[in-house]
């Protein structure tokens, strides 16, 4: 699986995170703004300030780090994990339809959830907060119709 | 039949929902207890002199000042004319590659030019380190004949003086205090009152666990008990 070549390979947005870089730049506006206005901050507030932006940046690649999704030419693989990894390769055979679930505030920054699901009766995959979900849905669509019709026996004359 | 909330159960487990909502307010439980500790700090907090931007205060603005105050902890980073202190015994002045340890029982260290960092609290010199053009240990000169000698000191060196006789500008500063304050004739005592001081520039000693300004101050607010006095021209 390692080798095969992937046409596309998608992520979690950082734009799912925008919240806690909210979070880290206010507190460093607030210290910036103590700072500028002569108010010294106990070494307490700074090291705690310093740990959880840290600890922010840390968790937030860690978890975009966690999970991928890629597809080949012939399926859709996703693994998830870092330590303990779990990979699902789907053929695009199996593939039944495709959504996309887009509330409001992820439809204004560009990003969303993809559902593929799945004919048979079993679980369907759920690609999680990428960019540009409607370009990934057009994509993949492309690409399963191209590999359905190499395989439906039509031959050009 | 509706596959999809099948799915969702199976693949995500019962307690999904739950877990998300717990981690998000974990997150923003530590993100409000982060702020309110940098706010607590700034205003309520005891504070302490952080000077270092230099400006200029209008001597016609200005109120003339002498204070005793007990010792909150002083940062400065700045640029200094002399700085003169009485290090104790066992002291050590790191003069560029050289170490020197203080042998006597006080050992008068005078500093010409310094620029660099300085945190002292009532007792201990906390952090030294910067730059000066000469020094002198107990009347004995150190120069360098071209450029600047780097100068640190072992952390907490004990110390019985400090001062910068001129040139201290502290911009905006607060900190909770006992002593008094001498304003012309009037004096006024305080007992662990914030005192938060604006725009002062003139010398700062620190002797017998006393902190003394004595110059020029645009306002000074005393906050504390059931007073709040304003001190200004």
């Given at each position: ?5 992937y046409?596309l ?5 950082r ?20 700072y ?20 922010i ?101 | ?6 799915n ?51 001597q ?25 202190l ?7 002045i ?47 000169p ?67 666990k ?24």
């Open positions: 699986m390692q080798n095969r070549k046409l390979k998608v992520r979690r947005s734009k799912t995170y925008c919240l806690l870089y909210l979070m880290i730049i206010s507190i460093i506006g607030l210290i910036s703004y103590f500028y206005k002569g108010n010294s901050l106990n070494s307490f507030a700074l090291i705690i300030s310093f740990l959880f932006i840290i600890l940046i840390k968790f937030t690649e860690l978890h975009r780090f966690k999970d991928w999704w890629a597809i080949t030419n012939t399926s859709i693989i996703q693994s998830t994990g870092i330590l303990n990894k779990n990979v699902r390769d789907i053929d695009f055979s199996s593939i039944s339809d495709l959504d996309l679930d887009q509330p409001f505030f992820k439809r204004i920054l560009n990003y969303g959830n993809v559902n593929v699901r799945l004919f048979l009766n079993e679980t369907s995959i759920k690609i999680i907060d990428i960019n540009k979900p409607g370009e990934f849905i057009e994509e993949l669509q492309r690409i399963i119709s191209m590999n359905r019709g190499s395989k439906s026996g039509l031959r050009q004359i | 039949m509706d596959f999809d909330k099948y969702k159960k199976h693949y995500y487990g019962d307690g999904y929902k739950k877990k998300r909502f717990g981690k998000k307010t974990f997150i923003f439980l530590v993100f409000s207890f982060v702020l309110v500790t940098i706010l607590f700090s700034a205003f309520y907090g005891n504070g302490g002199i952080t000077g270092n931007v230099i400006g200029s205060i209008n016609n603005n200005s109120i003339e000042i002498k204070t005793s105050f007990s010792v909150p902890e002083v940062s400065l980073d700045d640029e200094y004319k002399e700085i003169v009485t290090l104790n015994k066992g002291g050590v790191n003069l560029d590659d050289k170490k020197i340890t203080l042998e006597e029982n006080e050992n008068q260290v005078i500093l010409k030019n310094f620029k660099g960092e300085i945190k002292i609290d009532e007792n201990n010199i906390k952090y030294f380190k910067g730059k000066i053009s000469e020094i002198k240990i107990n009347n004995l150190v120069i360098k004949e071209s450029g600047k000698l780097k100068i640190s000191l072992s952390q907490n060196s004990k110390y019985s003086f400090f001062q910068i006789e001129e040139g201290v500008y502290l911009k905006n500063v607060f900190f909770i205090t006992s002593g008094n304050i001498n304003v012309g004739e009037d004096s006024l005592n305080l007992n662990s009152e914030k005192v938060e001081i604006k725009n002062y520039f003139g010398s700062l000693t620190l002797e017998n006393k902190l003394i300004f004595n110059g020029l101050v645009e306002s000074i607010n005393i906050e504390g008990g059931s007073r709040k006095v304003t001190l200004s021209k």
